[in-house]
Nanobody, 134 residues
Framework: QVQLEESGGGAVQAGGSLRLSCTAP????????MAWFRQAPGKEREGISC????????DTDDSVKGRFTISRDNAKNTLYLQMNSLKPEDTAMYYC???????????????????????????WGQGTHVTVSS
């Protein structure tokens, strides 16, 4: 079973930055849409940013737009999430996920709805924790 691997989480003060990374051993990375989700304590998991398999399309939730940037390096089989101007409300476990089907172009429209998460993203990591203190 394919297991994605996140790294780069940690504890920072408000206003600081972190860069999360995600690799996908055993998965042909360059043909899958990828996304970042997060789950704060006591809350539902939410999608925050998505990037198409070729990097041509990205979409970002309004809650992090302008502060977080998703990118990918298909040559390195790695997904990134650059997080700037972090706020205490960004504290959460962050997960990367890969689309269920190859070249499916999930990263459009309502990709971050919970129903789309379960239907469209078939591979997940264990998560990396981010804590932002005020």
């Amino acid at each position: 079973q394919v297991q994605l691997e996140e790294s780069g989480g940690g504890a920072v003060q408000a206003g600081g930055s972190l860069r999360l990374s995600c690799t996908a051993p055993g998965l042909r990375f360059d043909v899958y849409d990828m996304a970042w989700f997060r789950q704060a304590p006591g809350k539902e998991r939410e999608g925050i940013s998505c990037i198409s398999w070729n990097g041509g399309t990205t979409d970002t939730d309004d809650s992090v737009k302008g502060r977080f940037t998703i990118s990918r390096d298909n040559a390195k089989n790695t997904l990134y999430l650059q997080m700037n101007s972090l706020k205490p409300e960004d504290t959460a476990m962050y997960y990367c996920a890969a689309g269920r089907d190859r070249r499916a172009n999930y990263c459009s429209g309502s990709w971050n709805l919970p129903t789309r998460q379960e239907a469209d993203f078939g591979y997940w990591g264990q998560g990396t924790h981010v804590t932002v203190s005020s």
